[in-house]
């Protein structure tokens, strides 16, 4: 059984920093490209976040770049987003997901809320 399970989200004030960690099972996970996207309250779902399985650079959607951090443990199967300087924009569900081919897999989220 395939799953994805996020945590590590909170609430955080303005500037604050927060880790969030997906773990997967079920599946090859360091064949697998990972990716964190989030969806805010009437908007539509964003990629915030990629990385390949092997020797990929990860990219960053314009609005995190230079603040969060993807990275991936493959003895773990679990990728992480290291999320600086927090913003309010910043508050949204955050989701992982696991693609690889035709195949593809989502967590339930976890939220992530930026307020003082």
């Known amino acids: 059984q395939v799953q994805l399970v996020e945590s590590g989200g909170g609430l955080v004030q303005p500037g604050g920093s927060l880790r969030l960690s997906c773990t997967a099972s079920?599946?090859?996970?360091?064949?697998?490209?990972m990716k964190w996207y989030r969806q805010a309250p009437g908007k539509q779902r964003e990629l915030v976040a990629a990385?390949?399985?092997?020797?990929?650079?990860?990219i960053y959607g314009d609005s995190v770049k230079g603040r969060f951090t993807i990275s991936r443990d493959n003895a773990k199967n679990t990728v992480y987003l290291q999320m600086n300087s927090l913003k309010p924009e910043d508050t949204a569900v955050y989701y992982c997901?696991?693609?690889?081919?035709?195949?593809?897999?989502w967590g339930q989220g976890t939220q992530v809320t930026v307020s003082s």
């Open positions: 997901n696991a693609r690889r081919n035709s195949d593809e897999y």
């Open positions: 079920g599946f090859t996970f360091s064949i697998y490209a």
């Open positions: 990385i390949g399985s092997i020797g990929v650079a990860p």
